[in-house]
Structure formats: C-alpha cells, structure tokens
C-alpha cells in the first residue's frame, strides 16, 4: 500500500463533511454557526453583539424560555410557558386562565409561586476535567462514578466561589462537558396574561398548525430585594416586526433532541421507547379527562395537564410517524453507515471507535424486557405523592457525600429542589386520588399483581383504599409538614406514619433499584460509548454538527418565509383578519370560539395588523417563549410552536423545502392587541417609550 | 357437485353487491338515488319534484353547468364557464375579464357569440334497438358501423318528430343506450360578470384548495325570439345559505370519469395515456405562456387558454399520483377480481363475458405504438387551423347519408356544428401563429421528419413559413368566407387556394386514416367489450353502480361539512373576514391581489357572510356552475371546484372520510356582494323579490 501522508488523509477526511444544510441547527453560544450566517445571510454579529443577545435570554424552568423586553426586569414569554403558574395564581372566584389579567401598577404585579427563571452569564469547558477523573481500565460503571464526582466538584467550587447556580452539562453525547453558571430570579411577578382562550385559539386542533390565530403571550417582572431588577440587556421592541424573508435569529432552550442516537437506540425508540411513552400519556391525559368531565371546577383544575398532554402526543405521534417512514429512516442508517466508512479509511481510528456502536446495542437490547417497569414504577401522576417521594429521597441523599448523591441532590441544586418541594401552589386531592388510583389501577394490569413496584406500593390491599387513605389523610398538603419532614432529615422521614410518606416510602427501594440498573446497564454504556462517538465525528467531521439539545441555551436563525403545501401557498403571516374569519367560519363553537372581549370587537382593531408569522430556524419543544430577533437586536416576535411538517425533527433536521416552520406571535399583533382591547397602554410604553 | 337452485343463486349473486359507499355517484335521473337519500338523509322526493329540478338545470356546451334562477330566463353559472364568452365580448378598450360587467337593464344585456345552453326535456331507453341493430356474426368493425346507423337513425327521427336536439348517448360502457332530447337555446346575454381577479382570488395556486374566497359567479339570460325566455322551472334563491351538515343535492354535466375502466385500460392511462396528455398540455400552456409575455394586450388574448391548461394540468397531476399510488392501484384490480370470481360461481356467465377483459388487454397492447400519432397530428392549437379542418371536413361528410358521416356530423348535429365554425369571436392572428408554429415544430421533434402527418403539413419548407403563410393569408378570418366555404360544400372547399384551408387539406387523409384505426382498433373493441363486462356487471350487482360521466346530465348529493387536514379541521364554510386575511398576509401580491373595487372595501360588508363552502358530493369537472339546492330545492351556493384531496376521482370514488370536498360559493355570499359592492340591487332583486 501507498503512504498517504497526513496532509491528504486529512483532507480526505474533509471531504466527508456533510453537507451544510440550510438553516440547520440549535447552536451553543461557544460555537455559533458564524459561517452559515456569512455566507447565507451577509450577517456577522461581533462577540458583544453575542453576549448582549445572550445576557437577554430567558430559560424558565417550568419548561420555556423567555426574554427582557425593557431595563427593568420586564420579561416576555408565551402564556402556555407561564399557564402553570397562573394556574395556580388563579382560584374559583378569579379565574385568570379564563379572563386574563393585566397589572395596572407594579404594585398590582402578582407574585408566582414557585416560577424559577437563569440567565447564562458564563460557561467554561471542562471536559478535560471530567473525562480525565475516568481511571484507565475502569468499568462503565465505575467510569460513571468517577465523572460523576468530577462534576459534582467542579459545581461546587464555582457555587462556593461565584454564588451562582453553577451546572456541569454534557453535549454532543458526553463528547463534552461545560460548567454553566446562572444567575437566578425567584421573585417573579405575573404583569399581564391574555385570556386562554385566544392566547390558544383553536386548542388543540390549530396546535402544530399554521396558518394560526394565538395570541400565546404573557409578560413577568423578574424581581430583587422586592425591587424590580435592573436588566440592562434586553431586546428593543420592533413596532413593525418582521418582513417576508428577513433574516432572524431565535435563541432559547430546545429541550431534547436526539438526532445523534445511534441506529440501534433509534430502532429501540420507535419499536419499544415511543409505544410505551404514548401508552403512559394517553393514559394520563384520559385519567384527567375523565376527571375534568366531573364539573367546571374539575375541568378548570385538570385543563393544564390535558393540554401539555396532548401536546406532547401530537408530537409524539409526529415524531414517531417520522420513525415509521422508512425513507426517513435509511437517511439515518446512511449517516451511521458513512460515518464508518470514513473511519475505516483510518484503522487506528476504526479500532478506537468502531465498538462503541456494538456496545450500545448490546447494552439496548436488555431494554425491551425492563421497559414496562421503568415506566410504570412510579408515583408521578400524583403531586402530592411527587412530593412524598422527593421528601424521602432527600432523607436518604442528604446524608451522602455530595458527589455520590443523585444528580438532582447535589448542593448547587438543592435550592430549587427544595423550592419545589415547598411550592404552596394550590393541591386538588380529588384530582389527586383520581389519577393515583387509575395510574396504579393500570400499573397492576400491566405489571401484574406480583411485581415488586405493585406489592410494595398496594400489598394485599385495594388499590382505591390504600390511594383514598393516602390522599385523604396525609399532612402533605400543608406546606409547614413538609418542611418539618425536610428539616428532620432522614430520622423524620422514617419515623413518619403519614400514610402517602409511608407509601412513598414502601416503594423507594424498588426504584432506587431500576434506577441503578437502568443508570449501570444503558446510561453508562450510553454515556462511555456516546463519548468515543462524539470522538469518532469530531474526528471525521470537526465540529461542524451542533451538539443534541438538552434545555440549554442555544441559538437558531432562518428566515421569516411562506411555504408551499397541497399545491397552493401558505403566506409568511397572518393578521387579525383570519382570526376573524377562523371564528365565524366555525360559528365560534369551542376550541373557535373568542373570548367576551374579543367578540365583535373586530371593529376595535386595524384588521391588517399581522398577528402569527412563520420562519425556517430549527426549533424544538423548550424553546417556547424564544424571542425572535432581527439582525438589529430588535424583537420582532416571540416563538411559540412549529407547524406540522415539522414534528419528527427531534431525529432529524427537515429541510426548509419540506415546509417545516417555527411559528412565532408578532411584534406588532401583540401592541396592536394590547393597545386596543387591552387597555394596557401602559404595558405598550414601557416596551416601545410610546 | 350438489345442485344449486336458482334463488340461492341468486342470493349468491345479491352478497356481492359492493357496499354502498357514502354519498358515491353521479347518478343519472332516471336511475337517481332513492335508496340512498332516504337511508341517510331521510329524504324522499317525488317525480315532479326530480322533473322541476331536471328542467331547472342546464348544461354550457362551452364546457360546464348552470341554472335558471328566475322566470324570464335569468341564469347563473360559474365565471370560469362563462370566461371564454366573456373574453371574446372583451377588447384591449373595454375589458370586461379585467374589470366585470353589470347590465344595469335587460337592453345592456350583452349577446355572447356562441354559447349555446341544452336543458335536457325528455328521455328514453332505446338500448334494446342500437344493441339489436347488431347482427349475429358481425365483427367489432362492423357492429360498430350497425350500431352507428341505428343511432344515427334514432336521433334523425326524433329531431324531425319533436324539432328538440336529440343525442343519443351510451351510459355503463354501452351496457345501455339513452335518447336525449334537449331544448336548446343560443340566444344567450351577459347580465353580471365579477372581475375576474376576485372570482379567481389566488390564481392558480388556489386552484384545487380549500379553504378558498373565489365569487366564481357569472349571470346570464336566455332569449328567444328576442325576448327573455319563460323558465317557469327555476331554483328559488335562499338568502341563508346552507347549514353545517345540511344536506344538499349538486345537478350538473360531469364531463367524464373512467371508474369502469378495466385495469388493462387504467394501465395504459397510468404508463402511457397520462404522461402524453401531460406533455401536450404543458407544451400547449407554456406556448400561451412565451405568448403571454410579450405584452400585456398578449397576455389578455391567451389568459384563459393558459388558465384552462393550468386547470386540467393540476387535475390530471393529481390523477397521475393517484393512479401511482400502489394502495389505489390495487383496489381497482381487486374490484376487477371481485367481479371476475362471482362470475366463476356461474360457469354460463363466465363464459359468455371473461374474454372481454382479455380482448381490451389486446387491443390496447396496440396503443402505445401509436399513441404519439395519435396525440400530435393535429391542428387544434390553432383555431383558424381548426376551423379549416372543420371545414374541410364538412365538405366530405355532408355528402355522405347521414347515418354514415362521422358522430359530430350526423344532422342532429349540424346546427351546433356549424355556429361553431360561423362564431365572431375575436381570432388574434400572432397568438394563432406562435401557437401553431410551436407546435408543429414540437410534432417534427416528436413524430420526426418523415412522419406522415409532418410530411403533408410542411413537406420540405420550413414550419415557420408554412404557418406564417396560411396565418397570415388565410380569409377565413372573415366569417363570410367561412360560409362560402359551407355554402359551396367539397367542390368549393376543394377548389380553394386559402393556404389554412389547403394546410388541412393536406392533413385530413392523415388524420383520418389515424381515426379509422382508433376507431376500427380500439373504440370498436372497447365498446363492444365494454358492453360485455357491463352486462356482467349489472348481472352480478344489479344497477347499483352509476355509469361513467360523459357530460350529460347527473344528481349528485352529499352533506355540507368540514374535515379534518394535517391534525386540524378545516371548517366548512369561509367568510369575507378570510379573503381580506389572505390577501394582506400575501401583502396582495398577485395572484393575491384584490381588484380594485374591492381594496379597502371590507368595511362596505358585514366580514362574517358565508363566502365559500365545501359538501360532500361525488362531483367532477364539466360540473362547474351546477346548481347546489337544499331539501326545498332552494338554491343554496353554486359548484365551482373540488379540493385537492380529491384530484383523482376520475378513477374511483374518494370517501367522505379521506377529506375529498366539492367546493361551492354560497348564496348569501353572493347577495352581499351584488348588494353592497356591484351596486346590483335589481339583479339581487330578481333573484329574491326583495
């Protein structure tokens, strides 16, 4: 054989990389996509423009994103980001999911009840650190340890030293390793919601819909030392917003992706993972529907669990569609099938990297037989057994050195924890002992009576009686016990006889027990080999493939762009017109109807002002509640859903032509509404000083 | 092999009968369904009640449907049938495609040039005389020749008896022949015309869609002797429209199906038929397109021409993916085996009908050879050329007997005939001459130089010259000229010297040497084996399935409803509010542009009036401008198209279910509009007293 010398076999590996596609990619800070946005859109932002951009992200640990729309701590995010907590600000009497609300003084501001919002001031890249703690020759499971200990360490120092939420995060499937540092706001105070029903017109028809009709916003005041916080990095309001096909960027915190599985976690996904996870959705979502049909009090209480259900199934059922296309899923055999073939050019490479793929899959088929267990061996259909369980937990954690401890029990981690555990959000015991006692009714059926998760949790008992006992007797739902059981420690814990602490209690160890198999048997094998993987495409690739999102900040782009569909045009906007049109056209039977003050006030509001719009960035459940920014830093909308086209990209990117789109609230729908009908005029000023 | 008597037979028999399927058919009215209507809509109409409907209804022979909706002849059909009429009544100074028309009294009503409206008055079963006209022992060839003479004979008697244009027509495949008598009118006036802008809202591209804002209407009066006819038998106009899930019932002139084609004769359309009347179509639109662009006068000559392609493109593409689709493809012959093996259970049967699938399978293993001959040799891309060819061809049939000349010349016929040959519409000679040119040059590409049909048309000059010639040349411009021609018969027609007139000279033996062997090879074969499987056909289902549509009169019916799309509903109505919409999130781009009567008009309507809707019924092109009339036979909205979900129902019927809708503008939608925008009070009037 020839000598090649190392100039060529590289470019010979340059040559692999794969073709960059248009508007692809959730991107970290440390790594924006700078040559994408040259050579596509003639933008070059300088790293303050960065930093300033970053500095006025929002993450919103309910599970969104947000941004500062004013220096004063004003901060914009979808209503369905915030419908938790006003949920739970809201009560029979003052229902403000139903009518909304606007503080007419910050003096009028409500305060959330347990909202936490982090803004990434700093991050670093340790991931020497924490893959140099692996020992040689260790196994997966004592690699697993070693690292563990290394984060928990590196968390701790830079909480010690900067007093910031300090958290070690892993990208590209443990290929890296980052400290992130927050700082944090808990005083966060609701400023204006829009009715639900026309922040989410159309329910859950017009969800993952577009054109679409949503006024899906709401705005907070991040507070300090009962003061509203000075916020000098936040975007300036666009009265117009965005134009057909201007460039945008859209930066949030994508939950979950999972585009760089390997072939064989993907099969496990669609053949075992994603069957089970709609079982045990449906399942809840039925468990509240069936409540919710009790009376309109029911239904006020379960109507957010059904609808973040039901989005998360439509999505479901979108992604694993995806799945099912066999097209779509040969792309992903193809790119796992290159990606050897490149590494076979370089056998020293092909002998480092290539059982990484054998092992996953030797670890993944021990997943099928366990899978029932580790979905059903668990109390979370209930709050209050949530709480239970997360009261013993940290009994027997506590006690542990803090890098042996659960990832959730680490120092830097407790003060959110606890706030959780001690949130005084409102508890419905009816709802409570509905779900517990249909969750494990099915668990029984599923498991079987002798399982070990049902012999502890029920015994010889019924299911109902041990359920109604639990709900009906615990101390729980005061907020003053918990903290007592917290305080007292693990002695408090097992000295309790609180019949739901004591269920909690009788079933930990056979969760502690599938968690362990499941953290040494996949994650481990996951995390080990994912690392020689990552390894193997930086190799081969560079860092040219974004890192899978895991509720982290990142920035996306694209352009505000209409697409074809069945023939005809689907425009880049929608007005006020539509909405209009959408409602008589379904003679305003629910979900089309409007709320009473948008009921013929059609005449109230300039009908050609643009109300939804639709762009190319590559979003993903998480990033609700983005802002949407032009290349002036201006914000032009706030993103709060994908089209249809776009469901299965948790796999995979879909190309712009396909007709996948982010969908986002206008800049100028939302002054136009809250100028006109709401009579926030206010709200208005301090967004755009008129 | 026990015996079977008769009756289990026919029990036997009676099982296969297909399952009735929701609102399937296009039924012919004297075989309507009663069955149907009653089981699932509770709807049983009399006789007199189906002959006031029959009367009321007429069929365009430009192409289409309509209705009287007055006494004194008042009729409205869609804008898209009327387009032809209404560009030729158009010039570059008063374009009335452009801008519409209103005859604000019945002396502006302005006379179309030649239209001409059939009402079917009368009709009758003469199956058992054209099949029995056909002597034992005949081949194909000449029981088609027998049974043209019988027909021809019919349709003779019945014009001398009754003066009515009488046509008789073969229904299932020639299972059964019918004679129509139609009164016929051609004195035919423009009362109201939209711009064309508004009842093509969208172009193209909304062409096939739903939800859809077209006012696709157009008004004309018949006149006899000069003044407005009597139609006592007229639809009542109802102001309110239909209601959601309303049934309704669509009465119109279906121009053609092939749901009985064998799966011999459907592979044929899928493999060869449809990609050559692809490419024709295309190469004939993109001629009117090059056309179009050289100005905008050029543009107004050849819109509708392109308009008409673009429409039966986006139609026969959507056929062509139907047919591809292996799911659909397999029913048919599952439909095709169905049949076959109940007639196994009756070896008689069997053996007088199975070979006629065998020999259409033979005979069209012939067509592909042939079918680009078929396909190019002609003129029809010209209409001077076309009306030469008339002409010439006149000149030879009127000689024959009549039961011998060719279907369209037969006497019954001439009338018709001949004001088409005799029309003032305006002819743009550029237009004729860039049509024609394109066209042959595309033949010799195709068919090669030393083709027959090439060969007599240019010989050894050039296309270009040829065609500039006889365009330029020609008098057939002047219709005086043209009648000459008729008037002096073949002597004259062979002694001319006009270049068009001996450029389709030249071609006719061509062209008729081409007709006689599809005839003698094909259409022969077809019929009298079409007639075969329709006699197995109704021995093994009875008359359960409808016949094939060939532009004659059919009921169709369904339910107004809505349905679901890509996760969502579509509702089953617009509104005003959804045309205004659609037009600002395109920033009224073309062809999203308003015309300018209606920009900044919203505030002249009440937004919320029904604009468009969408039923059920089984319906398909030739049935624009149907009438769609409730219970009461009021009408309630006019058809004007199908959605996409729909496009292949020229092979087999689309269920309810899978979203396949007919498309109709609703008759209050139509009121508002003639009301507050047209300033046509008195035609609104007309319509409904007030």
Request: aromatic content about 10%; hydrophobic content about 40%.
């Amino acid at each position: 054989m020839k000598k090649v010398s190392v100039l060529l076999l590289l470019l010979s590996f340059l040559i692999n990389v794969p073709l960059l596609r248009a508007d692809e990619g959730m991107w970290t800070f440390d790594n924006p996509p700078l040559k994408q946005w040259k050579e596509r859109y003639k933008f070059e932002p300088s790293a303050e423009w960065l930093e300033k951009m970053r500095l006025a992200c929002v993450r919103i640990n309910d599970g969104g994103s947000a941004s500062f729309v004013s220096p004063d701590g004003l901060m914009i995010t979808n209503h369905h980001v915030a419908l938790g907590q006003i949920t739970k600000l809201s009560t029979p009497e003052r229902d403000l999911v139903k009518n909304g609300f606007y503080a007419r003084s910050q003096a009028e501001e409500l305060p959330t009840k347990d909202m936490e919002a982090n803004v990434l001031v700093s991050y670093e890249n340790v991931t020497d650190r924490v893959q140099g703690a692996v020992k040689k020759g260790a196994t997966d499971k004592q690699a697993a340890e070693q690292r563990k200990a290394a984060i928990a360490a590196i968390e701790k120092e830079s909480t010690d030293k900067t007093g910031l939420r300090s958290d070690v995060i892993s990208l590209y499937s443990g290929g890296e390793y980052w400290l992130y540092r927050f700082k944090k706001y808990t005083d966060i105070r609701l400023v204006f919601a829009p009715e639900e029903q026309i922040a989410f017109f159309g329910g859950d028809y017009d969800n993952f819909t577009f054109p679409r009709y949503n006024l899906d916003v709401s705005f907070l005041r991040v507070y300090e030392d009962g003061k509203p916080a000075k916020t000098p990095n936040y975007f300036k309001w666009s009265e117009t917003g965005p134009n057909d096909l201007d460039f945008v960027i859209a930066a949030g915190n994508p939950g979950s992706t999972a585009r760089l599985l390997t072939v064989a976690q993907l099969a496990y996904q669609r053949d075992t993972g994603n069957l089970l996870q709609k079982k045990v959705w449906e399942l809840r979502r039925d468990i509240l529907e069936n409540y919710a049909k009790l009376g309109s009090e029911q239904a006020r209480q379960a109507s957010n669990g059904i609808r973040s259900f039901n989005n998360s199934l439509k999505r479901l059922y979108g992604q694993q569609e995806g799945l099912m296309n066999p097209r779509m899923f040969a792309k992903k055999e193809k790119e796992e099938k290159d990606l050897k073939a490149a590494l076979a050019k370089k056998p020293e490479l092909m002998r480092q990297y290539a059982p990484a793929w054998t092992n996953i899959k030797a670890a993944y088929a021990q997943l099928p037989a366990m899978a029932k267990r580790l979905a059903f061996s668990t109390l979370a259909p209930s709050r209050l057994a949530t709480i239970a369980s997360g009261i013993v937990r940290y009994g027997d954690e506590i006690g542990k050195p803090n890098d042996q401890r659960y990832d959730e029990f680490r120092d830097a981690r407790l003060p959110g924890l606890k706030a959780n555990l001690l949130s005084t959000a409102p508890i419905y015991p009816a709802m409570e002992e509905a779900a517990l006692t249909a969750w494990l009714k099915e668990g029984v059926k599923t498991l079987g009576p002798n399982d070990p998760f049902i012999r502890a949790a029920i015994g010889d008992a019924e299911v109902d009686e041990v359920v109604k006992r639990a709900v009906n007797e615990t101390a729980l739902k005061d907020v003053a016990a918990r903290k007592a059981l917290l305080d007292g420690g693990k002695a408090a814990v097992d000295a309790s006889v609180d019949p739901m602490v004591t269920l909690a209690r009788r079933v930990e160890p056979v969760i502690r027990q599938l968690r362990a198999w499941n953290e040494d048997k996949i994650q481990s094998v996951e995390t080990r080999n994912g690392e020689l993987i990552a390894k193997a495409r930086f190799a081969v690739y560079g860092r040219t493939i974004p890192p899978d999102a895991n509720f982290n900040l990142r920035i996306t782009y694209g352009r505000v762009k209409g697409y074809d569909e069945d023939t005809t045009l689907v425009p880049f906007e929608t007005t006020y017109y539509g909405l209009f049109d959408r409602a008589a056209s379904f003679a305003e039977k629910p979900p089309f109807d409007l709320p009473e003050r948008w009921r013929g006030a059609a005449s109230k509001l300039d009908l050609t002002t643009p109300f939804n719009f639709v762009y190319s960035a590559d979003t993903i459940g998480g990033m609700s509640g983005s802002p949407i920014i032009n290349r002036n830093a201006e914000f032009v909308g706030i993103n709060f859903d994908s089209n249809v086209q776009k469901l299965s990209n948790r796999y995979w990117y879909i190309e712009e032509e396909e007709g996948s789109r982010a969908v986002g609230v206008h800049s100028a729908g939302i002054l136009e509404a809250l100028r006109k009908l709401y009579g926030a005029g206010d709200l208005a000023k301090e967004l755009t000083g008129k």
